[in-house]
T-cell receptor
Framework: RKEVEQDPGPFNVPEGATVAFNCTYS??????FFWYRQDCRKEPKLLMS???SGNEDGRFTAQLNRASQYISLLIRDSKLSDSATYLC?????????????????FGGGTRLMVKP | EPEVTQTPSHQVTQMGQEVILRCVPI?????FYWYRQILGQKVEFLVS????????KSEIFDDQFSVERPDGSNFTLKIRSTKLEDSAMYFC???????????FGQGTRLTVV
């Protein structure tokens, strides 16, 4: 079973549309969660962290459901510049103070294409 | 804004040669990572480094790979004897805390011929 799973897409949406991406993770001990954005042949860039209570940053809303091990990203009023691959990332490091490994595990990404 | 810098941006090497990829993490960060991404595939974890030692490594990170923080600012990845399948984009990242996000450099594209 893949550790972090995403629908690869592509999601083709018109400008102004609302689009939602989902992600599931397998390690129930995961402590922190993020959405990154990656443009073609570029480095992943942090879009937003995902908090248990859900959080919003402008047109972007992230939700976390620990019980279902599920993370979501909602993009409202899509822009052409939102076209990219969206990466779900899970930190599987141990709690502070424990001698556990620390790594960010990436999903395979969901490709979004916003059309005029 | 502080950023992670990587050099070179592109390296071409012959199979069997050693390569060293260099990274300067964000200055007050304590956690360092190397990732790779083969063209068209997902970002794969190689190794994490904290307090001058490896804290986690993947099965990709075999004896051909090593990491070092030689002078307190640079963080290097060495591949001892490159194979064709090592051709990929290699990303360095750093983070301020175990649980926080990591910030990525622009990557080194390694081509093994």
């Amino acid at each position: 079973r893949k550790e972090v799973e995403q629908d690869p897409g592509p999601f083709n949406v018109p400008e102004g549309a609302t689009v939602a991406f989902n992600c599931t993770y397998s390690n129930s001990a995961s402590q922190s969660f993020f959405w990154y954005r990656q443009d073609c042949r570029k480095e992943p860039k942090l879009l937003m962290s995902v908090y248990s209570s859900g959080n919003e940053d402008g047109r972007f809303t992230a939700q976390l459901n620990r019980a279902s091990q599920y993370i979501s990203l909602l993009i409202r009023d899509s822009k052409l510049s939102d076209s990219a691959t969206y990466l779900c990332v899970v930190n599987t490091g141990g709690p502070a103070g424990e001698d556990a490994g620390n790594m960010l595990t990436f999903g395979g990404g969901t490709r979004l294409m916003v059309k005029p | 804004e502080p950023e992670v810098t990587q050099t070179p941006s592109h390296q071409v090497t012959q199979m069997g040669q050693e390569v060293i990829l260099r990274c300067v993490p964000i200055s007050n960060h304590l956690y360092f990572y190397w990732y790779r991404q083969i063209l068209g595939q997902k970002v794969e974890f190689l190794v994490s480094f904290y307090n001058n030692e490896i804290s986690e490594k993947s099965e990709i990170f075999d004896d051909q790979f090593s990491v070092e923080r030689p002078d307190g600012s640079n963080f290097t990845l060495k591949i001892r004897s490159t194979k064709l399948e090592d051709s990929a984009m290699y990303f360095c990242a750093s983070g301020g805390d175990r649980q926080t996000e990591a910030f990525f450099g622009q990557g080194t594209r390694l081509t093994v011929v």
